[in-house]
């Protein structure tokens, strides 16, 4: 699809809901257009159903696919996302060495970190969302429900064994850190699903190698939110026996 060649999508067929039209008719912009029709095209789904989660910074969609199997898609906001933000955290991580300055550019590398980010965790077995494709803003990957209904994030359903959330996350944070050297950098309630009890990362753009200059500040900061949360919840810890739980994983998870 060319960019003079809007009129060619057929907008009712791949969003027969009329919200998820007046968000792209509003939101997005040719480009994100032509990425949707592109990733369709390559059989990845077939429709945007609805909306699951309109973000600051990226709208999340249920799709589907020919099959009848659910996506997320996950397509970021160009005009009104906070690239100077964004910047921070691709410059440093020597796999975006060369990224050039500009909204756009900033964005479309900051899909493709989230992309690879979930390939990682995924290698090192932690429980996130399996990247599926992605292309300019639009990032397409497992979605995570039940009977076809988003999962909630713990904020909204805390789980019923906050032990459980511990093990899973000093499990989580120490595969990161020991088998792909990777920090999350936004860890917290609003970023673990609770998927019937089973507790799944999501929202892993910012998610920076240990390589990067302010990887241990973003570390710390997910163990003060983590240790924070556990806190809450009846689960008493310090951050120093949290941050020493988790090094004490090292030797079970080095490469
Ligand atoms: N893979 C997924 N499966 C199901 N729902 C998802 C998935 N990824 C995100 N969501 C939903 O979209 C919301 C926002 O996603 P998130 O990646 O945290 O983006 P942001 O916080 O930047 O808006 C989540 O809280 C969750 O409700
Ligand atoms: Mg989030």
């Known amino acids: 699809m060319t960019d003079d060649s809007k009129e060619e999508f057929d907008f009712r067929k791949f969003f027969p809901d009329e919200d998820v039209r007046k968000i792209f008719a509003k939101v997005f912009d040719r480009s ?14 077939d429709v945007l159903e609805y909306v699951i989660s309109t973000g600051k910074e990226a709208h999340v969609f249920r799709a589907v696919d020919a ?32 990224i050039k300055n500009n909204r756009r550019d900033l964005i479309y590398a900051w899909t493709r970190k989230e992309f690879k980010n979930l390939l990682l965790l995924n290698k090192a077995g932690v429980r996130a969302p399996l990247p599926i494709a992605f292309k300019n803003n639009v990032l397409v990957m497992e979605f995570v429900g039940e009977n076809g209904q988003a999962s909630p994030v713990l904020k909204e359903k805390p ?18 850190l020991f088998k792909v050297e990777l920090v999350h950098g936004d860890l917290s309630e609003y970023n673990l699903l609770n998927k019937g009890e089973e507790i799944v990362l999501i929202d ?14 973003f570390f710390e900061r997910d163990i003060a939110n983590i240790s924070k949360y556990l806190n809450n919840n ?3 810890i310090t951050k120093e026996a949290l941050t020493e739980e988790i090094r004490s994983k090292k030797s079970l998870f080095k490469k």
């Open 67 to 98: 099959a009848g199997h659910f996506r997320a898609v996950k397509i970021y906001k160009i005009e009104t996302t906070d690239f100077k933000h964004m910047s921070k955290y691709l410059h440093g991580d020597v796999r975006f060495q060369g």
């Open 234 to 236: 009846g689960f008493k």
């Open 204 to 217: 892993c753009g910012q998610a920076v190698l240990n390589s990067h200059p302010l990887a241990k500040t």
């Open 159 to 176: 789980a019923k064994d906050i032990e459980k959330v511990h093990a899973a996350l000093v499990d989580f944070m120490a595969r990161m």
């Open 32 to 45: 994100a257009i032509s990425a949707v029709h592109s990733l369709a095209s390559k059989g990845y789904f």
